[in-house]
Every structure is written in C-alpha cells, then in structure tokens.
C-alpha cells in the first residue's frame, strides 16, 4: 500500500488537477485495473480513490460531509473498474461509481472549502437566493478563477468601411422585396472601434446567430454605429441617411456617450423622435439602454475594478444617468416598438467582459448579440413583445468544481463568523460591520470594497484574498493572516498592522494615513495614488520612485531624498519640501497649495492644471516652465512680483488681477484670462497674447516696443533651405519673431530676427494702453472697443481687422501703422 501512494503521490505532482470524468489520466485507469484483477486490496482502492478524490484528481459531483460506512464495496462496482479497465464501458460509468461509493460513505470525501453546519443566513443570502432564482440553477458551482484574468484587445483589428459609410461589408442599397433589414445605431460601442475585429462586434455576431436559425425571412443586420456619437447625432444620421435605405426596423444602443453630453431630456427626445420617425416611416425601433462597468450586480474582475476606481468619476454620474434614462422607457414605449434595459446582462457571467469603462471584449459583443436576438425572435418570430431578458447561461460559466460562499452586496452586521472555514468565498461590498471573524479561514476569497468597520479579525486567515479598496480602518490586524493579499485601495488608516511586511507588495491608491511606517520596508513597494498623510516615515528614500498620484500633504520631507521621484498628480499641499530640486520636474495635475517657493527655481518644469491656492511665487524662477490651464488668481498676495517669466507658458490659465513682474521676456498667454490685471510701467517683449482675455487691463506707460535678437545655427547650413514660414516657426512656436537679416559664418547660420509682442483675436475691450509704447505690436482681429490708446506709440503696428469702436486714438503716433481696422475714422 504505501508504495502504491507513493506511486499515486509521485503521479500526482505532475498531474493536471480537477479533471473529471472526460479527461480521467490513465494511471487513474491503471489503479481501477490493479483492484479488479485483486493486484491491490479492496482497502487499498478505497484509500487511493479517496486520496485521489480529496486532492482532486478525481472529481466528483457529490460529497458526503466526512460520513463512513462499514459496509463493503458491492461486486458491481468492482466489475465496472475491471470494464473500464478494459474500456468496455465509459468513463463516465466510473466516476458514476465512484459517487455511489461517496454516498454510500465508503469512500470519505473532505470538504475543507467550507465548513460544516453553515448557518441558514449564510447559506440563504439575499445574494445567492437571487443567484439561484436568476439562473434556475443550485449555483454551486461559480467560478472564481476568472478573477485575475486581463483581456488583451487585438494590435491590429480589421476594421473595413463599405462604400456607404458603414462598417462591415458591402450590401446593395436597393432593398429586395424579401429581406428584412435591421440597422444597429450606436456609438462605438456597436461600432467596434479597433478593439474587435469586424466579425466580432455585436451587429455581427447578430448576424452570425440570425443565419445559424434558418429563418424563414432572410434578415440583414448592417452596422450603422458611429464613434463618440449621442442620440442627436443618430437621429440627425437616421433621418437623414439610413431612411434611403427602407430599414425595417431600427436598433438604438445608447447610454453611455450620452450620459458625457446631453441632458436627460434631450435624450429622451431624441429617441422619441426616432420611434415616431418609425411610426411615420413604417420601420420598428427599439430602444436599448446600454451596460456600463459598474452596471447591475455583476462580480468584476481585478482588471476591470482597477478600470472603475481609477477612472475620474468611478462612471458614478453614468450609471447613475443610465438608471434615469431606464426608469422614463414606459414613457417611450408609448412611441417604439420595444424599449429594454441590458444594465444586468453581464450578471453571472465568469469571464472577463469589459475592456474599458464601456466598450466590450467579443465574448462581451457576443452576449450582447444573444440578448438582442432574444428581442427579435420575440418580436419577429413569435410575434410578441416580452418584457423578460434573455435567460443567463450561468452553466455555460460556471466552474468544474465547487466553491464557498456567495454573497457579494449582502449585509452581515454584527453576524458571528468565528472558526468557520468558508474559502473561494465571493463577498464583494458586503457590509461586515462588528462582524466576528475570529479564526475565521476566507483565504482564496474576494472581498472586494467589503466594509469590516469594528469587525474582530484576530486570528483570521485572509491570504491569498483580494481586499481591495475594503474598509480595514482602525483594525487590530496584528494577529491576522494577510500574506499574498491584494491590498490595493485599502483603507488600512489607523490600523495595527504588527509586523507585516509590505516589500514589493501593491499598495497603490491605499490609504496609508496615520501609520507608523518609519521602521517598515517598503522597498519595491507601490505606492501610486497611496494616502501617506500624517504617516511616520523616518528615513524613507522616495529616490526614483512613482509617487504619482500620491497624498503627501503635511508631511515632513526636508531630509526626504525624492530626486527623479514621479510626482505627477502628487498631494504635496502644506508640505515641507527642504531643499527639493524643481527644475524639469513633472508636477502635472499637482498639489501644491500651501507651499513657499519664493526664490526657488521652478524653471523647465511641467505644471498643467497643477494647483497653487496660497502658495508663494514671489521672485521665483519660471522660465521655460509650463502652466497650461492653471488658476493663479489664488496665490498668495496675488503676486508673481521678481519672478522670471521668460518662455514660461501660461496658456489657458487665469491670472486674472495678478501682480506681474517688471520685465517679461517672450511669454505665452494664449488663452490665458488676465481681466482687470495691472500691467502698468512694465517692460514687454516678445509676448503672445493671442485670444486672451483682458478686458479693462491697465498697460499704461508699458514699452511693448520690438527688439532684436540673434539666433546661431552651428553647422546648420540646411536651415537656408528654410522658406520664410518655415524659419519662423523654426524660430518660434508663435507668431512673435520676425527674420530681418541671414548670414553664414564658416558653416554656422545667423539670423537677426525682431522680436515683437502679439495680440492676435484677444479681447480688450476698455484696456488702458495711454502712453504704452505699441511699436510693431500685432492687433490683427483683436477686439479694442472703448480702449484707451491716449498718446500711444503706434508706429508700425498692425491693425487688421482690428475693432476700434469708441477707442481713444487723441495724440497718438500712427506713423507706418496698417490701418485696415473697422469701427473708427482713422481705419482705412
């Protein structure tokens, strides 16, 4: 006997687990064959198949909860192992006996994935009666192992356009009197886009499916979807192009895009207006609202919880809308032929369904087209309209073996969990307020955003499980088992954490705040996104490292090493920076309120929609920086007093009423609002103000006048094949250099060039420009009603277009100005 398990042990470790009765290996025929031909004992053969079916290398549909029975083994099933042996009767035959022996408790099958005596409250949730009920099935069998696993879009989709502008291929215009032709309108999500290949997207499978029937009428689905497009926008497509194509019937897929763009009530009227096109244009229309990630009560799978809660808006305000526009459908059936909401399609489906916040994977496009078949069949078919969903083939998901619980959004307060054993567990967002779960095993589990506020968690094994974005704030965590866990977006504020050890482990967008981490290794940890607030963090070297994302406010870094750290989108609002190094940094999206950068050089860095409320700028160094859609009207003192602005860009951002410096030396405003700024008494050079906002702006006294810079091209000599376009854009991204003069010395190239200030379409209305110095100034387009331009320099300026409706010209020099303004007596 032990050189038979020995045997089997050794078999065993190189086997392919949880296979059944298809795939049974052969040895497992072997051990069958050895019992029947008495070269092994009947005990034997129990033991082995007991040892076989416990690890799951046999696996049986039954279990017998750890009965026994002295009874022995009937003949016949010896005589079936001997057949099968033999192969004279099937596999199945033989697992079939072998369940007998499990019932009749011969063999002893041990269930350590759940305990025994599981309380009816825990057997009967809400969650898996609705399961079962939904599926018409036990749902025993859910599958967990989908979980982790990624879609990959294809690199390289075919995506084909016939000659009418539709994706999919080519179809005759002219309609034949027997066939029925559906259009499928939507956005990209009918459309494909280049994540599924042409036969993958859900009109196709559509199509697919509807010629697999043998349908009595020969029914043509063309896909009419349209990137980005809203229901205006079909509509606009429907009436105008797809009614010269006879449709039959019409299938609005919508939701999501519309939910970005439109209010409610125009979507609503939009789709109405569809239906009554129909009833006037003799076409059937259905009205579908689409699912979303985060729509009905389906179980996501990591990547797509990753997608949901690192987006923006998490698709709250979409779904959210989504539910709107589903709850107004029976006022549109007044109008279509079927309206239906798909938010729970997705349901029990254990596969990986969503690419992105929208857009399906095939096997996604695949269900879709399953669902809408349903509609047709029933309206086309059976010549009714139902108001059920295409039944879910959960089996057709489902697991080859059985799980734990499930139970995902139940509410389980104050429930006593203690010493059970519930692994391969589903609990996602379930609430496990002052839950007990002393000793509890849910290893292998998903708890997904699961709540275990005040829960007892001593001595409880969580390994292997998935908590993330799970509310552990507070917990006594020192005595519980959180090896391999996913831990990522876990509230783990103010938690006890003993020794845990978070080297290379996952902690980003974790809430971290309130920790002690100062003797804690975090090497290769990641930490994007983490809440490292009021965390003690000792000696920490954040050298190299990803901290985007990251909440560092208020935190203590002078002695901090963050050279080369990412911190794009990084909270670093009231924080002590020390000595830090700005030049070339990314701070994109940055927090950075509160902060004294008086003095530091901030030069060549990267500050888009970075924020600045009561930080100083004062006598700082902003060269070359970029400030593209910044709110500076919020700064301390409203001040950028002594700062250097050269080429520093400030497109689209607001420095409204701001102190500027004294000089500023070719700086970007396109864009920018400045209203009501004082710009008086400074000197300007080489500034694009095109489009800008600067209504009653004061530039009294400001010499705008041009200058002349010289720009050397070392062994450039190809730069004097430049037409005279091409050198000013080589010169300068906006329209403010002009070349004067190109000489060569030895191979190098010199340009002398003017350096002017532009105003090009900026708003002006009411500025001050009394006594400024404007020569060589570009206003073409610009908007100068009520200026005043009071004893203004004006040589050579250029007013094309400029309006000059009540502006104050009274003393000032015109000499060589271009003239062709509007509005005035001195336009041309």
């Known amino acids: 006997m032990k050189l038979l398990l020995l045997l089997l042990i050794v078999i065993f470790s190189g086997s392919i687990s949880n296979v059944n009765a298809d795939n049974t290996p052969d040895w497992v025929k072997n051990t069958a064959g050895w019992w029947a031909t008495d070269a092994i004992s009947e005990i034997e053969f129990v033991n082995a198949i007991e040892f076989l079916v416990n690890a799951g290398i046999i696996n049986v549909s039954t279990s017998n909860d750890g009965k026994t029975s002295t009874e022995g083994i009937p003949d016949w099933v010896k005589n079936t192992a001997g057949w099968w042996a033999t192969d004279a009767i099937s596999e199945t035959e033989f697992v079939n006996a072998i369940e007998f022996l499990v019932n009749a408790g011969i063999i002893n099958v041990k ?34 192992s989908y979980l982790t696993e990624k879609i990959n879009t294809c690199e390289n989709c075919t995506v084909s356009i016939n000659q009418h502008g539709f994706r999919g291929s080519e179809f005759l215009e002219e309609k034949s009197s027997d066939i029925y032709r559906i259009f499928a309108v939507g956005g990209s999500t009918t459309h494909g886009a280049s994540l599924v290949n042409d036969d993958e997207t859900w009109p196709a499978f559509l199509q697919q499916i509807i010629n697999q029937k043998n349908l009595e009428i020969e029914i043509q689905i063309i896909n009419a979807g349209i990137m980005a497009a809203t229901t205006e926008r079909e509509f606009e497509m429907i009436s105008k192009k797809i009614v010269k194509f006879d449709p039959d019937m019409i299938i609005m897929y919508d939701g999501w895009n519309d939910s970005y763009n439109l209010p409610l009530e125009q979507s609503l009227d939009n789709w109405k207006s569809v239906c009554k096109l129909g009833n006037k244009q003799n076409f059937e229309t259905i009205i579908i609202i689409q699912p979303i990630l985060g729509s009905g009560n389906r179980i996501l799978t990591d990547q797509e919880i990753y997608l949901l809660n690192t987006s923006k808006d998490n698709n709250i305000e979409n779904l959210n809308m989504l539910k709107k526009y589903s709850s107004n459908l029976k006022e549109l059936d007044k109008h279509c032929t079927k309206t239906v909401n798909f938010e729970n399609i997705f349901d029990y489906v254990f596969s990986p369904v969503y690419v992105d916040l929208g857009h399906t994977s095939s096997l996604g496009n695949k269900i879709i087209a399953d669902n809408v078949f349903y509609l047709l069949q029933n ?13 879910i083939n959960y089996l057709e998901y489902a697991s080859i073996s059985k799980n734990g619980i499930f139970a995902p959004n139940v509410d389980f307060k104050n429930k006593n969990f203690s010493n059970m054993i519930i692994k391969n567990s589903i609990f996602d967002m379930s609430d496990f307020t002052s839950v007990n779960l002393s000793n509890v095993i849910l290893s292998n589990s998903r708890l997904y955003s699961v709540n275990f506020q005040n829960a007892n968690l001593i001595g409880a094994d969580l390994s292997n499980s998935n908590l993330s974005y799970a509310n552990l704030s507070g917990l006594d965590l020192s ?6 866990t996913i831990l990522i977006g876990a509230d783990l504020s103010n938690t006890k954490l003993g020794d845990m050890n978070f080297e290379g482990r ?45 909440n560092l406010s208020g935190l203590d870094l002078s002695d901090t090493n963050l050279s080369e750290t990412i911190l794009i989108g990084a909270d670093l609002s009231n924080t002590k920076l020390g000595d830090m190094n700005f030049e070339g940094r990314d701070f994109e999206e940055t927090n950075l309120n509160y902060n004294d950068f008086s003095y530091k050089n901030l030069s060549k860095s990267n500050f888009k929609e970075a924020s600045f409320y009561e930080s100083n700028l004062e006598n700082s160094n902003l060269s070359k920086s970029i400030f593209i859609n910044v709110d500076l009207t919020e700064i301390k003192n409203k001040s950028l007093k002594g700062t250097d602005l050269t080429e520093a860009v400030f497109s689209y951002s607001n420095l409204s009423n701001i102190e500027f410096p004294i000089t500023s030396y070719q700086t970007n405003f396109n864009y920018a609002k400045m209203n009501e700024s004082d710009l008086s008494d400074r000197i300007i050079s080489g500034a694009y103000f095109g489009n800008a906002k600067m209504r009653d702006v004061n530039f009294e006294n400001t010499d705008f006048s041009s200058r002349m810079k010289t720009y050397t091209f070392e062994n450039r000599l190809d730069i004097l094949e430049l037409g005279p376009l091409e050198l000013k854009d080589k010169l300068s991204r906006f329209p403010v250099v002009a070349p004067v003069e190109i000489s060569v010395v030895n191979a190098d190239v010199i340009v002398n060039a003017k350096i002017y200030n532009n105003f090009h379409d900026a708003d ?28 203004a320099n004006l040589k050579n300026t250029y007013m094309v277009n400029t309006n000059l409706e009540g502006a104050n010209l009274e003393g000032a020099n015109l000499e060589g100005a271009n003239l062709s303004c509007i509005n005035h007596e001195i336009c041309n």
């Open 764 to 791: 002006l209305r009411n500025a001050q420009f009394k006594n400024a110095n404007l020569e060589y100034v570009d206003f073409t387009n610009a908007n100068l009603e009520g200026a005043n331009l009071e004893g």
């Open 506 to 550: 996952d902690l980003s967008y974790a809430n971290l705040s309130g920790l002690d981490l100062s003797d804690t290794n975090l090497s290769e940890t990641i930490l994007i996104g983490a809440d490292l607030s009021n965390t003690k963090l000792g000696d920490m070297n954040f050298e190299g490292r990803d901290l985007s994302y990251a």
């Open 111 to 144: 269930n350590d994935i759940i305990s025994e005596n599981i309380p009816d409250w825990l057997k009967n949730n809400s969650s898996w009666l609705k399961a079962k009920t939904s599926t018409n099935t036990n749902f025993e069998n859910f599958d967990i």
């Open 479 to 484: 005595d519980t088992n959180l090896s391999e």
């Open 379 to 391: 309206i086309l078919i059976k010549d009714e309209i139902s108001d059920s969903l295409h039944e």
